[in-house]
């Protein structure tokens, strides 16, 4: 019997892809919220504004008030912009001495700024933007995968650190909160 040991380059790929994903999907959303349309001329209906309106334009109504609740929230604000800095600007000094960051592995924003920081895998198939460039990470996981890991340790720990503190506890929030619920809760 002969047993053969290989690393699975394709699977470790395939978790950077998908952590990367998720990202894109929590910043995404975050993004839809932060950057939602305003509602200045919406104010809240009264009973006799509600009367008047059938119940899908009343539906309607409400639903561009709370679409646009967090519009410029500065505490979302703040989050959006940590999460950002954590995952594009962490320089991680590996190992073998040089530095890196997600741009070296060959990730990075995409060419649109209305993506608002989402992270693109140069030269991954699925990815429209950079589908044509040369794939850094894959080449780089066939080179030298202990470095891949430690960049990719380094920065998801740089943002799960930043993540905690921005969760902080302060007299007006409890910890692994990002809004002031003792306030609120006070204030109610």
């Known amino acids: 019997v002969n047993i053969t040991v290989a690393d699975d380059k394709s699977a470790v790929y395939d978790s950077i892809k998908e952590f990367i994903n998720q990202y894109n999907s929590v910043l995404s959303e975050m993004n839809t919220y932060y950057y939602a349309a305003s509602a200045r ?3 809240v209906l009264s ?3 509600k009367e008047k309106m059938s119940d899908t334009e009343v539906e309607k109504w409400e639903k561009k008030i709370k679409d646009s609740l967090l ?10 912009d940590g999460m950002k800095s954590a995952m594009t600007s962490t320089v991680i000094t590996a190992s073998n001495g040089k ?7 060959g990730i ?3 060419t649109d700024y209305k993506e608002y ?3 693109h895998i140069k030269g991954d198939e699925d990815d429209t ?18 470095v891949v890991a430690e960049v ?10 930043t993540m905690t503190k921005q969760m902080g506890t302060t007299r007006l929030s409890s910890a692994l909160t990002f809004y002031n619920d003792k306030e609120m809760n006070s204030q109610l």
Do not use: F, H, Q, W
């Not at 990719?152 to 650190?161: F, T, V």
């Open 41 to 43: 001329d919406y104010d």
């Open 47 to 49: 009973d006799d504004e």
């Open 71 to 80: 519009r410029r929230d500065t505490t979302l604000g703040s989050v959006l």
């Open 99 to 105: 530095k890196y960051s997600l741009a070296n592995l």
């Open 108 to 110: 990075t924003t995409g």
């Open 117 to 119: 920081g989402l992270l």
């Open 129 to 146: 933007v950079y589908a044509d460039s040369t794939n850094t990470l894959d080449e780089l996981l066939n080179e030298d995968p202990d």
């Open 152 to 161: 990719m340790s380094g920065i998801a720990k740089n943002l799960y650190d």
